[in-house]
């Protein structure tokens, strides 16, 4: 990310221009609008602007009607300090649209004024919105807490913007002139309404790659075996419901239709191109599909940034042309789409393969594995709503693919195959939201770096290179598989199948073995197989057979035919006690196996108790059509162990759904200033390994943040510790301060629980021994019993900052039992944290053991989620060990590391940032 200089307070100097908070956008339109700060240069197109407003518009402005700005006012509204004054404008075809400014209020260092204007011609797309979004996020990094806008009574339209944006307004008027103060505060309002904008404008501009009108396919040819014919062919054969036109300046017809040489020479519009020609001529063609005006291109050639930096640079000049035209562009280096509703009948893949029509969206980031997926779900009959591959996702990515179908009527369960994030920060802002709609299943292969530095403190070396996206996944309630075979067992249950209410399974099977193989597997998924009552049991013995077993799992032995299975099924669905029904059925000869398994599909079709029902046939020949008709509505697994497996991550996705949403916790009690300076002073001029805080700054910055050390102090001479010492009602401690002991106690650097003159001056000699590079000795207060826990911090890359909890010893050392999680935490996430740690439970009072005051790990978790979030210097920190009180008694932490870097500036985007397709 480019360094740039992010005001911190609107007193200082003026900034430089902060390049960081450009930004495109997608409009309603699927045009693509930049936002981007002021410049000198601006005054001309500002000029034109204000003289093409409309009489009302400049009237709701000005207060008057006003035509012209005069030399000193253009440069007063262009010439910009980024502090006090700020503006951003919207530009949309290099043509100015939209500016949006604030002033600040001189003496008041808090609050500015603010207005916008945007051209009628392009009101009610979006643009007052994101400019609003952009200069409160913009006000709020300069610590503005608080907009006055002065409206005209009658400007329902800017009154409707700010509504729309979510902010808490008061209002006032006075003849006529509504003053509207809005807190610049992101509160959740703020956030749901980013969301929702970015929602609809997103969907809106990958609307017309699966639901386009017209298609041109460029490169179509007559060569069946090529790809440019096998696409072509394909859309031909699957009977799309609007014109197709193959473009080929080498062939004049194309399975007996007429080619065009260029996009640019058909007659009629053409919303969708796909592109098959060869790299080279590649950027040629976006760019007549830009000058002609397609809304969306497919470019299925490869050549581009797979195959190294020409190539990449090439990809941006693609990107930059789409942009400039509001074109969606999916790929390069992919294999096209498809998208199965009638309405359109759109097969723009070159495989074979054409899945049935059903309710789940796929996404996939490889291209052949994209032709393995569409034949694995023919075969297992999922069926396909739209399907997409997305190449190198140079613009079109899996978070744009989320955002349109998160409103899709024809999607229910949405299927990621994912090689690497893109943003993964808008990822975990949006997936919560749309997996509480629809299930988010992914595979994600390939691995993330944030473990691949050599870790200098326990949280570094904790977290594992795949850490930040269990993490992520966790917490976005995203069902993480780990092949694509799990990842169509889960698909086939979640989009036939009601989740499960409870872990309660029935198992109902004609053969004792794999029934076992179930109940073992149920069991070991953390599942339960109750016993069932005798009521129920005996309602089950009145029909089965003497010999059969009716406890749960019920087996009915290899005699059950048809009428057992159908009644056994209808009995068991209709019963409270259970959630979720496996029937097993294990044909033991050819015959009566069509009628057992019309009997198991009726059974399972005709009950309409919201129960999960799942089947498992057994069997090397196939699943019997009678059981597999494509109108069934249930999964069919061939081994037991896949029935399971599906069943209980749609048990945790469905408590993952249950559950309450965390809030993010902001604390008053924090003295963000102080901390702020000590950790610029530390990181001024330091380079970007960073460098670890002194002793005093830590328990500065950790004071400043309401989280509690134990008393301490540095000394230089024995006399000074024993003066300490002798203070403390407590016994003490003493450790050396010394680069190079990173690990003070293996070094023989710490001296635990001593007191009196003579045990503290025999300790101070001791711990100053040890080391060559003494810089002083840390004199603490002692803290006796207690549970020891780590909280720790390190900085991914792509996720930001993850959180780690852990118990000490030999719990973090050796068995790794810590839970991660992507900063910010909410309350719940840091209390599920802590359930996530087995050994955490000792601090419950484990076997007659102290209990821990969690109440307080959860308080001190949050507020290193807090100073995380404002002091983005800090990028590591070790809290180990923290001690633990009984409960009411809190928390000490008696040893922290804190290693900080500047950030130069440097803007980090928060999770609520940017509504923006990049
Ligand atoms: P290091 O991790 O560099 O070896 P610590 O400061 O963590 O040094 O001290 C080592 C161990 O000593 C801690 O894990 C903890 O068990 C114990 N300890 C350190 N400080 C205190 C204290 N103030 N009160 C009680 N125990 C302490
Ligand atoms: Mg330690």
Redesign the pocket.
């Known amino acids: 990310m480019a360094k740039i200089t992010v005001p911190t307070t609107i007193s200082d100097p003026p900034a430089a221009y902060p390049a960081e908070w450009e930004q495109d956008a997608v409009l309603k339109d699927g045009g693509t609008v930049r936002i981007r700060p002021i410049v000198p240069d601006d005054t001309d197109a500002l000029a034109a602007f204000v003289q093409n407003m409309s009489t009302q518009s400049s009237y709701f402005r000005f207060f008057r009607v006003k035509r012209e700005l005069d030399a000193e006012e253009l440069v007063a509204f262009t010439d910009l300090d980024y502090r006090m004054n700020m503006a951003f404008v919207a530009i949309v075809d290099g043509e100015l649209v939209g500016v949006g400014r604030y002033n600040a209020i001189p003496g008041d260092t808090v609050s500015a004024e603010i207005a916008f204007t945007v051209a009628d011609a392009y009101q009610g797309m979006g643009i007052g919105t994101l400019l609003v979004f952009r200069i409160s996020a913009y006000a709020r990094a300069l610590g503005i807490e608080r907009f006055r806008a002065f409206l005209l009574a009658d400007n329902h339209a800017m009154m409707r913007v700010f509504r729309n944006a979510g902010f808490p307004l008061t209002r006032d008027i006075d003849e006529g002139v509504y003053t509207v103060d809005i807190p610049t505060e992101e509160s959740e309002a703020v956030m749901a309404a980013e969301g929702k904008a970015e929602q609809i404008a997103t969907a809106a501009s990958i609307l017309p790659l699966f639901y386009p009108q017209s298609i041109a396919v460029i490169g179509a040819s007559r060569n069946k075996a090529s790809i440019g014919g096998r696409l072509f062919n394909n859309i031909i054969n699957a009977d799309f419901m609007g014109p197709v036109y193959p473009v080929n300046p080498k062939t004049a017809i194309v399975r007996s239709i007429p080619t065009y040489s260029s996009v640019k020479d058909i007659p009629g519009r053409v919303d969708l191109a796909f592109i098959v020609v060869p790299a080279p001529l590649v950027t040629d063609v976006v760019q007549e599909c830009a000058d002609k005006g397609v809304k969306g291109v497919v470019v299925i050639s490869a050549g581009f940034s797979e195959v190294g930096e020409t190539g990449a640079s090439v990809e941006r000049n693609l990107l930059e042309i789409a942009r400039g035209a509001g074109m969606r562009m999916v790929g390069p280096n992919c294999m096209g789409l498809l998208n199965t509703d009638p309405a359109v009948n759109l097969d723009g893949q070159f495989g074979p393969i054409m899945p049935p029509k059903g309710n789940v969206a796929m996404s996939s980031q490889s291209g052949a594995l994209g032709l393995a997926i569409l034949d694995h779900a023919a075969q297992l009959g999922i069926g396909i709503s739209t399907f997409i591959s997305v190449g190198n996702k140079a613009d079109v990515s899996g978070n744009d693919l989320l955002l349109f179908w998160e409103e899709d009527p024809n999607t229910d369960v949405i299927l990621l195959y994912l090689e690497s994030f893109g943003n993964a920060r808008q990822f975990a802002r949006i997936a919560p939201r749309i997996g509480a709609k629809k299930p988010i299943i992914a595979v994600k292969s390939g691995r993330t770096a944030a473990g691949a530095r050599a870790a200098s403190s326990h949280t570094g070396s904790l977290a594992s290179l795949d850490t930040a996206v269990d993490a992520l996944f966790t917490q976005a309630g995203v069902i993480r598989v780990n092949t694509l075979e799990e990842l169509f067992h889960v698909a086939s249950l979640l989009s036939t199948q009601p989740l499960p209410r409870g872990r309660n399974v029935g198992v109902i099977t004609n053969a004792g073995g794999p029934a076992i193989l179930a109940v073992d597997a149920i069991e070991s998924h953390g599942l339960h197989v109750p016993k069932l009552s005798d009521e129920l049991q005996a309602e089950l013995r009145s029909f089965l057979s003497e010999d059969a077993a009716v406890a749960n799992p019920i087996d009915m032995i290899a005699a059950a035919g048809p009428a057992e299975y159908h009644r056994a099924i209808q009995t068991m669905l209709a019963s409270d006690e259970i959630d979720a029904l496996i029937a097993l059925f294990i044909p033991a000869s050819y015959e009566g196996v069509a009628d057992t398994a019309t009997a198991i599909r009726r059974a399972a079709e005709e009950s309409e108790t919201g129960k999960t029902f799942l089947s498992v046939y057994l069997n090397s020949s196939g699943v019997p059509s009678e059981l597999a008709s494509t109108t069934a509505k249930f999964p069919i697994y061939s081994f037991p162990e896949s029935a399971v497996m599906a069943l209980r991550s749609a048990v945790e996705y469905a408590e993952w759904k249950e559950k309450p949403v965390g809030k993010l916790v902001r604390f008053d009690d924090i003295d963000r200033d102080g901390a702020r300076a000590v950790v610029e002073a530390a990181s001024a001029g330091v380079d970007h390994d960073g460098v670890w805080l002194d002793p005093d700054d830590v328990d500065a910055v950790l004071t400043a943040y309401g989280i509690t050390i134990?008393r301490s102090v540095v000394v230089h001479s024995a006399d000074a510790a024993v003066e300490f010492a002798e203070h403390l009602p407590t016994s003490v401690?003493l450790?050396v301060i010394s680069p190079s002991?990173?690990?003070?106690?293996?070094v023989g650097?710490?001296v635990?629980?001593v007191s009196g003159r003579e045990a503290v001056t025999e300790a101070y000699n001791q711990v100053t021994s040890v080391v060559e590079d003494v810089e002083g000795v840390l004199v603490?207060?002692?803290?006796?019993g207690g549970h020891?826990i780590l909280i720790g911090m390190v900085e991914d890359p792509n996720f930001g900052p993850l959180i780690v909890f852990g118990l000490?010893g030999i719990f973090v050392e050796l068995i790794g039992d810590v839970a991660f999680r992507i900063h910010p935490l909410t309350d719940l996430d840091a209390r599920e944290m802590i359930t996530d740690v087995k050994s955490a439970r000792l601090l419950e009072g484990y076997r007659g053991g102290d209990a821990g005051d969690i109440e307080a790990v959860i308080d001190a978790l949050l507020r290193v989620s807090a100073l995380i979030e404002d002091l983005p210097e800090v990028f590591e920190m070790d809290l180990?060990?923290v001690?633990v009180g009984t409960p009411g008694a809190g928390v000490?932490i008696?040893?922290a590391r804190i290693k900080v870097r500047p950030v130069e500036g440097t803007w980090i985007p928060s999770r609520t940032d940017l509504p923006s397709r990049l």
């Open positions: 134990p401690v450790k002991a990173v690990h003070k106690s293996d650097g710490v635990l629980d603490q207060e002692f803290i006796s020891e000490g180990n060990p001690k000490r008696v040893d």
